[in-house]
């Protein structure tokens, strides 16, 4: 390997030391949608560790607001791209929002852990089998960027 060659780890370091030398009122910036729309478009280290740590501290809770069940986090991080694209395709104004709340509205609209629905038509089914089967239903639309989006 040249030294003048790129690998990963370097690219990602260059990324690193850019980011840290950015000026402090530009940290605002990185908590809205443009910020990430930009990363996660990139499928950017920082992008998956985010939607990691956001997923993560979601399944900590008693009640969580969103159940993907048994997803990857570079499925998830797709599903958050692919909403962050759409709310910048409707108007570019929704993603000066909070990252939190757009993640938050997104994974709860994909991933609800309501199981009413298949209650009510007479299933017995628990809410472990009915997020396996949510998910299940949304790999087999087609994995990346043929995912559908859910309807609303």
């Not at 998830?76 to 104004?93: H, T, Y």
């Not at 991933?111 to 209650?119: E, K, R």
Request: net charge positive; hydrophobic share 40%; with cysteine.
């Amino acid at each position: 390997m040249f030294l003048a060659e790129e690998t990963p780890t370097t690219a990602l370091e260059d990324r690193v030391v850019k980011l840290s030398k950015q000026s402090a009122h530009r940290f605002e910036d990185q908590l809205n949608g443009h910020f990430w729309l930009r990363e996660c478009n990139q499928y950017s280290p920082l992008c998956a560790g985010y939607v990691a740590g956001f997923t993560r501290m979601n399944s900590t809770l008693a009640h969580p607001f969103f159940c993907p069940g048994d997803m990857r986090v570079a499925d998830v991080e797709i599903v958050i791209a692919k909403e962050l694209r759409r709310l910048n395709r409707l108007s570019p104004a929704l993603l000066d929002y909070p990252m939190p709340a757009l993640m938050m509205n997104a994974l709860e609209r994909w991933f609800p852990c309501n199981t009413m629905v298949g209650q009510a038509r007479g299933t017995s089914t628990s809410p472990a089998e009915a997020r396996s089967a949510g998910t299940k239903a949304i790999l087999d639309r087609g994995r990346g960027r043929t995912m559908k989006e859910p309807s609303m």
